[in-house]
C-alpha cells in the first residue's frame, strides 16, 4: 500500500477496491444481516423502515439523521435476555445513550452499564432503577462515585487502587456497603483493531492477572471489608467474533477467584465476562448468534468450575453494540458526484466524521445503498465522502452504487447505531443530526437535531 501524507485511507490509490468486494448482480439489493430487520424496499424501490419510506422521513426530519428501527431494538433486546435467561444482560450504555433508549433497555428486562457521571444521570432520569445500573470507568471521580453510591448503583465495577480508596472512604463517610467488582485484564488481546483491545497488559483498563495487581486488588477489600466484593469482571475488546478470547478469558478470570477462595476462604458468586460481541458492518462480517455465544459461555464456566471445584458464579454480559448497532441506518442526501481521472468516483453527502469517526478513527469498513429509488444503471465502485475540510473525511471507503447516482439521491449507511452519535463532533462547527425512532408506521425524534444557535449558545466570547 502506497503511503499518504492524509493516512493509510488514502495510500491505496485505484478503483478496484477491497479483495473480497463483489460486483453485485442487483445493486439494489439489501443484504438482510446488515440492515436492521423492518427495513427493505418498497414496490417502487424506496427504502423503508417500519411503514416509512426514506423521503418521507427526510422531508420531515432532514439529512443527515440516524433512524432507529425501535422494533428491531426490542427484538434484540429480547433475543438476548432469551439466550441468558438466568444471567443478567447490561446494555453497554457507551455505545449510544438516551433517555428514550435507556426505557426500552428497561422496559426489556435488561440492566444497563454505564461509565461517566452525564451516563449516570441519563440512566437515572430515564427511570432505570439504580440496582439494574453497573458503573465502569478508569478514572471515576470522588463526584461521580458518591453520586453512584447514594442513588444506590448495583454495582460499581472498580479499576485502581486509588479507586478502591476513594470508594471505601465515601461508603465509610456514609456508613453504606456498595457492591463492587473488580475488573481484570486476563492477559487476551482479542483479534480486533489495536485501539479497541482491551485486556492486553499494557493499556489503562483493570488490574494485571499476570502481575498480581488484580489478586491484591481483591485481598484488600476482602480484609478492609468495607465494600461488598461480590465478584470478578473481564472485558477483551470489542467487534469480537471469535469467541475463543472470551473461552480463554473465562478460564483465567475464575482460576483467580479460586485463589481468592484458597488464600481467602471467600468463594466470590458473581462473574461478568463482559461484551465486544460483533457485528455484520459488511458482508465479510459474520457474528455469532445470542444463543450461540451463551451456549459457549456457559459451558467454558460449568466445565472450568467444575474443574476448579467451585460453584458456577452468576453469570452477567455487556452487549453494546451487537444490540443498538444493526439497528439503526444514517440517511443522508447526496450532494456532488466527482470522478476522479478514472481513479476513484466520489460521491459527497452532507454529513461525514462529525456523526460517524469511526472510519477515520478505525479504518471502519461500512456499506451503503441509493435509498430514494432503485436504478437499473450499472454498478460502479464509488467511495462516499463527507463535506469536512480532511482528505480522511470518508463514510463508506469501497461500495459498488448505481452509474446514474447523482445530486439529490437519498443514501443510507448501514450498521451506524453503535458509537457513531456517541461519538459525534461538530468539527467545522457543523450541527450533530437528530436520532429519530421508526415504529409502526410512526417517527418521533429522541434526540433532537442541534443548530447553529446552539453552538453559539456555548460561545460566551
Known sequence: MRAHEAGALHGDLGSRGPAWLRTPDDVNHLVPQLWPRNVARDATGTLAVGGLTAGALAEEFGTPAYVLDEGDLRSRCRDFRAAFPDQDVYYAGKAFLCRAVVRVIAEEGLHL???????????????????????????????????????????IIVDSFDEIDRLTGIARERGVRPKVLVRVTVGVEAHTHEFIATAHEDQKFGFSLAGGAAAEAAFRIIDEDVLDLRGLHSHIGSQIFDASGFEVSARRVLGLQAQIRDARGVELPELDLGGGFGIAYTTQDDPATPQDLSK??????????????????????????????????????????????????????????????????????????????????????????????ESGDIVVKDEFLPADVQPGDLLAVPGTGAYCRSMASNYNHVPRPPVVAVRDGKARVIVRRETEDDLLALDVG
Not at 141 to 152: C, H, I, K, N, W
Not at 333 to 340: H, S
Open 296 to 389: 459457549r459461555l456457559n459451558k467454558i464456566v460449568d466445565s472450568e468450575c467444575a474443574a476448579l471445584s467451585l460453584a458456577v458464579p452468576h453469570l452477567s454480559v455487556e452487549p453494546g453494540r451487537a444490540i443498538i448497532g444493526p439497528a439503526v441506518f444514517t440517511l443522508y442526501e447526496v450532494g456532488t458526484v466527482k470522478d476522479v481521472d478514472g481513479i476513484r468516483t466520489y460521491v459527497s453527502v452532507d454529513g461525514g466524521m462529525s456523526d460517524n469517526i469511526r472510519t477515520a478513527l478505525y479504518d471502519a469498513s461500512y456499506s451503503a445503498t441509493i435509498a430514494s429509488r432503485s436504478s437499473d444503471a450499472t454498478p460502479i465502485l464509488a467511495r462516499v465522502v463527507g463535506k469536512h475540510c
Open 113 to 155: 452499564d454505564v461509565c461517566t457521571g452525564g451516563e449516570l444521570r441519563t440512566a437515572l432520569a430515564a427511570g432505570m432503577p439504580a440496582e439494574r445500573i453497573g458503573f465502569h470507568g478508569n478514572n471515576k471521580s470522588v463526584a461521580e462515585l458518591t453520586r453512584a453510591v447514594d442513588a444506590g448503583v448495583g454495582r
